[in-house]
Nanobody, 126 residues
């Protein structure tokens, strides 16, 4: 079972950039598709982005397309979320996620993850 630990959250200003990192444990890290979700108090956790096991395919939620980039380095067991042009509505706790290796990589299946990190707070101040 994979374990995930996020880092890189913080307080930034509107328009700033921030990069989140997530390190996964285990020798089979490269077998998992990975994703990022976010959650604000009182709302459900929502999908942000996902990347296939090889890094060759990605999906993004519509409001972050063109601003956020998900990437991975399997040699370092790490997935990243580069966030540019941040807006106040991006404020949330961001969670790293992994998907069971048997799942097909599609926008539909990536809405539900199987393993979670503990979350990291991102606050965008206006």
């Amino acid at each position: 079972q994979i374990q995930l630990v996020e880092s890189g959250g913080g307080l930034v200003q509107v328009g700033d950039s921030l990069r989140l990192s997530c390190v996964g444990s285990g020798p089979t890290f490269s077998a998992y598709a990975l994703g990022w979700f976010r959650q604000v108090p009182g709302k459900e956790r929502e999908f942000v982005a996902a990347i296939s096991w090889s890094g060759g395919a990605t999906f993004y939620e519509d409001t972050v397309k063109g601003r956020f980039t998900i990437s991975r380095d399997n040699a370092k067991n790490t997935v990243y979320l580069q966030m540019n042009s941040l807006k106040p509505e991006d404020t949330a706790v961001y969670y790293c996620a992994a998907y069971s290796p048997w799942k097909a990589f599609s926008i539909a299946t990536m809405q539900t993850a199987d393993y979670w990190g503990q979350g990291t707070q991102v606050t965008v101040s206006s």
